[in-house]
């Protein structure tokens, strides 16, 4: 049989373990694991750069703590530098906790791999992933003290780099979006516009609670941000924040996820509430926009009728397939797949743990 | 010369080359950490299960002296005699 010239990745980590999954047309897949069981999975990223699929994990054991590892054969076998990864430098007395974030870099830079994890910090690997330096920039920024914890712990959970490479976006939680102009060098907060409801001065310079941001496909300096309540898009680099919750049921939530190519373009799975973070009404449901935040669609077919479980940060994920491919996983353990845009999806995987992160590419052979 | 052993669950053998016990060669008492220490050396991925970067014993590892937890005892700075038996046992936690 000859070898499909390409195919399609789905990794999924979960509370106890990493499963992945290939598939020739996003509707059969062929699973493996649990890779890592009894370890969380909380950030993986899949590189396709120079010719290879390396997948890069973030694997937190309760009992022997976080680390990093890195697969070139579809997760058949697994290394990890001696030494680790990601480990702080002596001088700053800190200890990883948990990676958030794993982000290969453009096309254009192929060994720059990015990490956000936990303590609040960012990470840069120039060889592929299998060595982060801290960002000292961010660390030793002075708004440190201030920023704080939210219930999963504090953490840079999102890293959005532009094409050039010299503007970077950072956010974290909580903490709200903070912005480089020289590659990460040095940092500015940009949350004008964007709500602290649950701070004295809901309109503070940082403090947010920033969820997800991710860049717009097509149009420089547009971002989008999925808020803890309030969905919020930039069209100048984040100096400001306007909403564009109107038209969702909820502004509550954690994914945002934009096309890879197309502007206007994103998906929310938006929660009823801070207090209540399960679908509105119990009813699943993807939106997307097509228009920039301006309207927004409602996608639930092949979704459960009932559902109370959320969908966290990182547990979504588009491939880069035309027509887009979208993924995301459930605290329930159940995977959904859409290989049309989220206007249909399929379940790929039911009754694993909670699923903290999925991302999906299209890669060679498999 | 007398030795230290380290007594390693199954769940680090592997790390250690699938061995189940560690010996240090030790003529006089030596602290727990300087124990992790030599074991590190050998065994890096090892020595980061067991303690983080800053060198503090990670919270769900246990490990016991003569039978006591260091942490009721002198922590890592625990000493330990020739001849004595080091146990690393994850604690009993998770869900």
Redesign the interface.
């Known amino acids: 049989m000859a070898m499909a010239a390409e195919s399609f990745l789905l990794a999924i980590g979960t509370k106890k373990g990493l499963w992945l999954a290939t598939s020739p047309d996003r509707r059969e897949w062929s699973f493996t694991g649990p890779h890592f069981l009894?370890a969380e999975i909380p950030s993986i990223g899949i590189d396709t750069r120079q010719g290879r699929t390396r997948i890069l994990v973030g694997v937190s054991?309760?009992?022997?703590?976080p680390?990093v590892a890195h697969s070139d054969d579809l997760g058949a076998t697994w290394s990890?530098p001696?030494?680790?990864a990601i480990?702080?430098p002596?001088d700053t007395?800190?200890?990883?906790e948990r990676v958030w974030q794993i982000h290969p870099d453009d096309q254009s830079r192929p060994g720059v791999v990015w990490a956000g994890a936990e303590p609040i910090s960012v990470w840069k690997s120039t060889d592929g992933g299998e060595h982060f330096e801290l960002n000292r920039g961010l660390w030793e920024h002075p708004h440190r003290s201030e920023w704080g914890a939210g219930y999963g712990g504090a953490a840079a959970h999102s890293i959005v780099v532009d094409p050039a490479g010299e503007t970077v976006h950072v956010a974290m939680s909580t903490g709200g979006v903070y912005r480089s102009l020289d590659g990460g060098t040095s940092w500015e907060a940009r949350n004008k516009g964007i709500s602290a409801y649950f701070m004295p001065d809901p309109n503070p310079e940082f403090g947010q609670c920033v969820h997800k941001i991710a860049a717009d496909a097509a149009v420089e300096g547009r971002l989008y941000a999925q808020n803890h309540h309030g969905v919020y898009r930039t069209d100048d680099n984040a100096d400001t924040w306007t909403s564009i919750a109107g038209g969702l049921p909820a502004d509550f939530g954690f994914v945002m996820l934009t096309h890879p190519r197309r502007d206007g373009t994103a998906w929310v799975v938006p929660l009823k509430a801070d207090g209540e973070r399960i679908p509105p009404d119990g009813k699943l449901a993807v939106h997307r926009t097509d228009d920039a935040g301006n309207s927004w669609k409602r996608l639930s077919a092949g979704l459960p009728g009932q559902e109370y479980n959320s969908v966290l940060r990182d547990a979504a994920s588009v491939d880069t397939a035309e027509p887009a491919g979208v993924y995301f996983g459930t605290r329930g353990g159940t995977v959904y797949a859409s290989a049309d845009e989220g206007e249909t999806f399929r379940q790929v995987a039911s009754h694993l743990p909670d699923v903290l992160c999925v991302r999906a590419a299209v890669v060679a052979g498999a | 010369m007398p030795e230290i052993s380290l007594l390693l669950p199954g769940?680090?053998q592997p790390l250690a080359g699938g061995q189940s016990v560690l010996s240090t060669p030790a003529e006089g008492p030596v602290t727990v950490a300087r124990l992790l220490d030599a074991v590190a050396s050998d065994y890096?991925?090892l020595g980061?299960?067991?303690r983080?970067?800053?060198g503090?014993l990670?919270r769900?590892?246990n490990i016991y002296v003569n039978g006591d937890e260091v942490r009721r005892l002198q922590g890592l700075d625990t000493e330990v005699q020739p001849g004595q038996e080091v146990l690393v046992i994850?604690?009993v936690?998770?869900g």
């Open positions: 009894m054991s309760p009992h022997w703590g680390t990890e001696e030494h680790g480990r702080f002596e007395g800190a200890a990883l | 769940v680090l890096a991925v980061r299960r067991i983080d970067e800053t503090a990670r769900f590892v994850q604690s936690a998770g």
